[in-house]
């Protein structure tokens, strides 16, 4: 047997790889090396968005350390009664399910990374031998090699990679948009629950005195059995609707704890407001809300990365017609008794079978189709804008109409049936009668309070991100419509 001997340290160095070969690998694997997974940058933008346009900044607890310091500050802040602006900041700095976002747009981030790379080079040996008379001969090959395609069109990958990070950027942002938004109307219908349920033990108290007073006087003669039963009657119905209003008011408490993501014991130790903030003196300007949709809306901001990337993708298809499949290789083949053989290897499909025409349809429908998109997007968020800012008016025109119309009327009505009464122009019978249309126009100023701070915080959504969901101002009976009322006696 006689082996080919080992080439010298100079043959070596003759039969490395091409110089341009080595630069372009170089170059490759230093572009590929560049895209580094960018999710603190894609964090950045999330906890800048938040500041500017929610007034509050998200964390992202990576470590044990931070995880420990956000508990020790949520006990600080539940340790008093808990504001929107505390509850909007415990969800975005604290709330595990939150953190999972955010770690679930960091592995999104990676994938888009990880797929703007090169794949690896393969390298191929091949060792043959043919033994004949006693003598072995030996050829070996060597060869390295990088698809063309993904060398050529690396800067597109790129810019691809890119347009993910962007889009996984902005998707991060409108589900830290929409989880401020759960948060603060969480916190909404929490304290108005316990608003009402407060008024609706006042209420209880009331209609039990009545019903006591009812049966003395019935006792002594004063009232029928029918006025008795009016007011009994008015006393198991404000029973029923304790029931209700300490129902409601249990389960949007627990809302509020799951959408801040509150552990047991703190659950125990949160404790809301006695009421919600006063409706402010102004409203909001519609046509600024509309034109800050048009460049805030995060939605908006993915529908043009989208057509963007289509665009490319066009581009990057045509190029993938003509050099799809290709491959590029440096070989070096050694054979016994033989000079060493090198050189480049090239393969390259011929487009036969497949001209590629279906391919160039898909991507140009695809880029007319992404173009619709936007539009209609565009279109959809400016109506979005303008229903959120009408259901906005319309609330804070109800809930000032309760404010300054239909309360102070009632009570003035109250204050003259007791001077009525006092005078005794008026029975008792009717005197309670009023009492009880006035329950129901306070709860009516309650909801309709809750209600408008329901619309604002959908309108603050509205402006930079599609709305969580319409909310609806229900219509509430009139008081004649009220069986309680004196029309229904």
């Given at each position: 047997?006689?082996?080919r001997?080992?080439?010298?340290?100079?043959?070596?160095?003759?039969?490395?790889?091409?110089?341009?070969?080595?630069a372009?690998?170089?170059?490759?694997?230093?572009?590929?090396?560049?895209?580094?997974?960018?999710?603190?940058?894609?964090?950045?933008?999330?906890?800048?968005?938040?500041?500017?346009?929610?007034?509050?900044?998200?964390?992202?607890?990576?470590?044990?350390?931070?995880?420990?310091?956000?508990?020790?500050?949520?006990?600080?802040?539940?340790?008093?009664?808990?504001?929107?602006?505390d509850?909007?900041?415990?969800?975005?700095?604290?709330?595990?399910?939150?953190?999972?976002?955010?770690?679930?747009?960091?592995?999104?981030?990676?994938?888009?990374?990880?797929?703007?790379?090169?794949?690896?080079?393969?390298?191929?040996?091949?060792?043959?031998?043919?033994?004949?008379?006693?003598?072995?001969?030996?050829?070996?090959?060597?060869?390295?090699?990088?698809?063309?395609?993904?060398?050529?069109?690396?800067?597109?990958?790129?810019?691809?990679?890119?347009?993910?990070?962007?889009?996984?950027?902005?998707?991060?942002?409108?589900?830290?948009?929409?989880?401020?938004?759960?948060a603060r109307?969480?916190?909404?219908?929490?304290?108005?629950?316990?608003q009402?349920l407060?008024?609706?033990?006042?209420?209880?108290?009331?209609?039990?005195?009545?019903?006591?007073?009812?049966?003395?006087?019935?006792?002594?003669?004063?009232?029928?059995?029918?006025?008795?039963?009016?007011?009994?009657?008015?006393?198991?119905?404000?029973?029923?609707?304790?029931?209700?209003?300490?129902?409601?008011?249990?389960d949007?408490?627990?809302?509020?704890?799951?959408?801040?993501?509150?552990?047991?014991?703190?659950?125990?130790?949160?404790?809301?407001?006695?009421?919600?903030?006063?409706?402010?003196?102004?409203?909001?300007?519609?046509?600024a809300?509309?034109?800050?949709?048009?460049?805030?809306?995060?939605?908006?901001?993915?529908?043009?990365?989208?057509?963007?990337?289509?665009?490319?993708?066009?581009?990057?298809?045509?190029?993938?017609?003509?050099?799809?499949?290709?491959?590029?290789?440096?070989?070096?083949?050694?054979?016994?008794?033989?000079?060493?053989?090198?050189?480049?290897?090239?393969?390259?499909?011929?487009?036969v079978?497949?001209?590629?025409?279906?391919?160039?349809?898909?991507?140009q429908?695809?880029?007319?189709?992404?173009?619709?998109r936007?539009?209609?997007?565009?279109?959809?968020?400016?109506s979005?804008?303008?229903q959120?800012?009408?259901?906005?008016?319309?609330?804070?025109?109800?809930?000032?109409?309760?404010?300054?119309?239909?309360?102070?009327?009632?009570?003035?009505?109250?204050?003259?049936?007791?001077?009525?009464?006092?005078?005794?122009l008026?029975?008792?019978?009717?005197?309670?009668?009023?009492?009880?249309?006035?329950?129901?126009?306070?709860?009516?100023?309650?909801?309709?309070?809750?209600?408008?701070?329901?619309?604002?915080?959908?309108?603050?959504?509205?402006?930079?991100?599609?709305?969580?969901?319409?909310?609806?101002?229900?219509?509430?009976?009139?008081?004649?419509?009220?069986?309680?009322?004196?029309?229904?006696?």
């Amino acid at each position: 047997m006689t082996p080919r001997s080992l080439p010298s340290r100079r043959q070596a160095a003759r039969h490395r790889p091409s110089a341009g070969l080595v630069a372009a690998v170089a170059a490759a694997l230093w572009l590929g090396a560049c895209a580094n997974p960018p999710v603190d940058r894609n964090f950045e933008a999330a906890r800048q968005l938040s500041r500017e346009h929610l007034g509050v900044e998200v964390r992202w607890l990576r470590s044990e350390a931070a995880r420990v310091e956000a508990q020790r500050e949520a006990e600080a802040v539940l340790s008093r009664p808990l504001q929107a602006d505390d509850a909007v900041r415990l969800a975005l700095a604290y709330s595990p399910a939150l953190q999972a976002l955010l770690f679930e747009a960091a592995a999104a981030s990676a994938d888009a990374t990880q797929a703007a790379r090169l794949p690896n080079p393969v390298f191929t040996f091949e060792r043959l031998a043919r033994r004949s008379h006693g003598e072995t001969e030996l050829d070996i090959g060597r060869m390295l090699g990088l698809p063309l395609f993904d060398l050529l069109l690396l800067p597109a990958r790129l810019r691809q990679a890119d347009l993910r990070q962007q889009q996984t950027q902005w998707r991060l942002a409108g589900e830290v948009v929409q989880a401020a938004t759960a948060a603060r109307q969480a916190w909404v219908r929490a304290v108005a629950a316990e608003q009402r349920l407060h008024y609706q033990r006042q209420v209880q108290a009331a209609a039990d005195a009545s019903a006591e007073l009812a049966r003395r006087m019935q006792a002594v003669g004063n009232f029928s059995r029918l006025q008795r039963a009016r007011e009994q009657a008015f006393s198991a119905e404000a029973a029923a609707e304790l029931a209700r209003a300490q129902q409601v008011a249990a389960d949007t408490r627990e809302a509020l704890v799951r959408a801040l993501g509150l552990a047991p014991a703190q659950a125990q130790a949160l404790t809301l407001p006695s009421r919600l903030p006063e409706l402010p003196a102004t409203l909001r300007d519609a046509t600024a809300l509309e034109r800050d949709a048009t460049a805030l809306r995060l939605d908006l901001r993915i529908a043009r990365a989208e057509l963007q990337h289509s665009a490319d993708e066009q581009g990057l298809g045509r190029a993938g017609d003509i050099t799809g499949g290709a491959h590029l290789a440096a070989v070096r083949n050694s054979e016994t008794g033989e000079a060493p053989q090198k050189g480049v290897e090239l393969e390259l499909p011929l487009p036969v079978f497949d001209p590629g025409d279906a391919g160039r349809l898909r991507r140009q429908a695809s880029h007319q189709a992404a173009q619709q998109r936007l539009a209609q997007r565009e279109r959809e968020a400016a109506s979005q804008v303008r229903q959120a800012h009408a259901g906005y008016r319309s609330a804070y025109e109800v809930a000032r109409h309760y404010r300054d119309q239909v309360v102070p009327l009632r009570k003035a009505i109250s204050e003259e049936n007791l001077l009525r009464y006092n005078g005794m122009l008026i029975s008792v019978f009717e005197l309670l009668a009023d009492a009880r249309q006035q329950v129901a126009s306070v709860v009516g100023a309650l909801d309709a309070q809750r209600d408008f701070w329901l619309a604002d915080a959908a309108l603050q959504a509205a402006r930079v991100g599609p709305p969580a969901g319409g909310l609806a101002i229900e219509a509430r009976p009139s008081a004649a419509a009220d069986p309680t009322s004196d029309a229904a006696h």
